[in-house]
């Protein structure tokens, strides 16, 4: 069994920064791709920010040069780092993972169950 962990979440002024973690625990063989979604009120979930085994990193364009993904593979750990935060991030964040939980098995996906972030005055 593999669970996902979310925290760092809360309310911030615009212009304001939060740092998000995402710890996975349980049976975990390998983690390969580990990333974030977000979902608005009545907004379809997207991809915010993912990140490889391997260091790789991938951002929507809404976010590029205000968030940062990085990870720690010796405790299964994604982070995002948001900085310059705008009304319009507010959402739910949700932790994503891509995990081998054994040799035997292949990779599966994972989710956290979300975060609330609130950015307002």
């Known amino acids: 069994q593999v669970q996902l962990v979310e925290s760092g979440g809360g309310l911030v002024q615009p212009g304001g920064s939060l740092r998000l973690s995402c710890a996975a625990s349980?049976?975990?063989?390998?983690?390969?791709?580990m990333g974030w979604y977000r979902q608005a009120p009545g907004k379809e979930r997207e991809l915010v920010a993912s990140i490889t085994s391997d260091g790789s990193t991938n951002y929507a364009d809404s976010v590029k040069g205000r968030f940062a993904i990085s990870r720690d593979n010796a405790k299964n750990t994604v982070y995002l780092q948001m900085n310059s935060l705008k009304p319009e991030d507010t959402a739910v964040y949700y932790c994503?993972?891509?995990?081998?939980?054994?040799?035997?098995?292949?990779?599966?996906?994972?989710w956290g169950e979300g975060t609330q972030v609130t950015v307002s005055s």
């Open positions: 994503n993972a891509r995990i081998r939980r054994s040799l035997y098995d292949f990779s599966n996906t994972y």
């Open positions: 349980g049976s975990i063989f390998s983690a390969n791709t």
